[in-house]
């Protein structure tokens, strides 16, 4: 198994895994899904020998870089591909001048995932597309 992650330009190959795992599985409405924020962000690929497995996004403001959108096919989901998206993003946010922060709101069962990662919980538990988060920072 060769596990690469890159930034990527290929949008579409991001869109569809978003859409099988945020629309499809996890039944987020897609009006919430495509909030048209995708033109700003840097967007990471992940892919098994070539085949596309999962995907995060980027969004920068000011001092802080947003981890958003994170998301890994659920067959491949306890291999570390999460962990190195996230990793891989950090990597990407200490090379943006300015950023000092990275910020991610959690579904709150993957509050223990990102924790290992170095993130904190921050701030009151809230709904995002009908499911609990809570947000999380950690420095790049």
């Known amino acids: ?6 930034l990527t330009e290929d949008i579409l190959t991001c869109h569809a895994l978003r859409r099988v795992v945020f629309i499809e599985e996890q039944q987020v409405p897609e009006a919430e899904e495509v909030d048209g924020r995708d033109a700003e962000a840097l967007h990471l690929l992940a892919s098994i020998d070539g085949v596309p497995v999962g995907c995060a996004r980027l969004l920068i403001s000011g001092e802080t870089g947003k981890i958003g959108r994170v998301c890994v096919l659920a067959a491949l989901r306890g291999r570390g591909i999460g962990a190195a998206l996230i990793m891989a993003a950090l990597d990407v946010l200490r090379d943006c001048p300015g950023v000092t922060q990275a910020k991610l709101g959690s579904q709150t069962h993957a509050i223990g995932f990102y924790e290992g990662l170095g993130f904190v919980a921050q701030g009151p538990e809230y709904l995002d597309a009908g499911i609990a988060h809570r947000d999380m920072v950690r420095g790049v």
Request: charge should be positive; glycine fraction near 16%; hydrophobic fraction near 50%.
């Open 1 to 6: 198994m060769s596990l690469r992650i890159g």
